[in-house]
């Protein structure tokens, strides 16, 4: 016997089967937690994909999506503000969601959003926030930019915020009407101070500043103010590990009272508004400057102590300097005495010793002459008028000879060498 045909349903029925299940078995709202992988904005509606991940892989194990649609935003806007929901329905939010099921023949399942727990985001953000300290204090991460010295004279400023807040604006009035009349240095470098883009423009802007080590003294986070889903960003752990990394001082002015953000542990200085933290610098000068002050005051002190101290020993070395000079004077003047005399006899001695060199060269020039070499016995030969003083300047023929007591006439027949 054959088997019966097994049952073949069109899809449509198979949707509508589904469709029944769950109108009969969801015909409550429930509340579901999870996070928020993505959230797009459609003609006033809000559209979300749930995830569920796990803790330690981060992998997502279930997804589904939700819808919010406008006329529940804008009720849940006026319940709750519309900076929160705005807060609230952003990128890997957790949130708790109040919602009710639906399932379309065309779409699929959906979620359709009812209400939100606020509280739960909120608690979830701070449960994320103890376990980033907790990381962050087990690298020793939490204090080391405050190891980074911060000048006493703290003028050139690198500023990272938002050129249109609120919180910066409070800075630079409060810096521009300092009554001390300090003129700071102050550029701004633009980054997003709320949503998912803070951290990432924040980390860019830092690396962009630490092109320039010298050119700043400090680097001055600000923004203004805000709940505490508001300040979610600045407990990016990523942002917190390029703030303990940095290689100047970071202070953070962003605008909170209570609230503590993971960025307010790690940086050098946290001050609770922008206000304060243009205060916190003015002061910082303002005790520079009084330090120069003192120190100037007391270095006078003490040179006038020093003097008052020293006057005995001055005035000795005084009356020693004036004795000193006196006798030094006098020896001087012997000594120029002395020179004196000493010039005055030099022509005479310089004319003595000339005296006696030209009597020496007259004596030489009297024992050269012709004269006086005939008065010893010798005689002189010329021939045509020239003296004749070697035997090859002699011609034959007539020759005169010179002697002490006269002249005669020679006759020159042959010459010839010395016999050996």
Known sequence: MAAPPIKTYRLGELANFIQRVFALNFQQAVWVSAEIGQANDSRGNCWLTLVEKEEASDAVNA????????????????????????????????????????????????????????????????????????????????????????????????????????????????????PYGYQFDLRLFTAAMQGNRTAPEIISRLKQIRQWPETFDAVIIIRGGGGKTDLAAFDDEDLARAVADYNLPVLSGIGHETDMVVLDAVVHTSLKTPTATAVFLIERLVRAESHLVRIGREIGHLTRQLLY????????????????????????????????????????????????????????????????????????????????????????????????DGRAQLTVQATGGISE
């Open 63 to 178: 997804s589904l999506s939700a819808v919010v649609w406008k006329s529940s935003l804008s009720s849940l806007q006026r319940k709750y503000g519309i900076r929160i929901m705005r807060d609230l329905l952003q990128d890997g939010t957790s949130v708790r969601l109040k919602v009710s099921t639906s399932f379309h023949q065309r779409y699929g399942l959906r979620l359709v959003v009812e209400d939100i727990d606020p509280s739960h985001t909120i608690g979830e953000l701070e449960r994320r926030r103890q376990l980033t300290l907790e990381r962050l204090k087990a690298e020793g991460l939490l204090s080391k930019n405050r190891g980074i010295s911060l000048s006493a004279t703290p003028f050139k400023l690198a500023i990272i915020s938002s050129e249109t807040a609120a919180g910066l604006a409070d800075f630079k009035a409060q810096i521009a009407a300092n």
């Open 309 to 404: 101290r020293e006057q005995p020993k001055l005035e000795r070395l005084q009356l020693m300097l004036k004795h000193t000079a006196k006798a030094s004077l006098q020896t001087e003047g012997q000594r120029l005495q002395r020179a004196r005399e000493q010039l005055d006899r030099l022509p005479t001695i310089i004319l003595d010793r000339e005296e006696t060199k030209l009597t020496s060269l007259e004596s030489l020039l009297t024992a050269l002459r012709p004269e006086t070499t005939l008065a010893r016995g010798y005689s002189m030969l010329t021939q045509d008028g020239k003296l004749v003083t070697s035997t090859a300047e002699l011609k034959a023929g007539s020759v005169e000879a010179r002697f002490k």
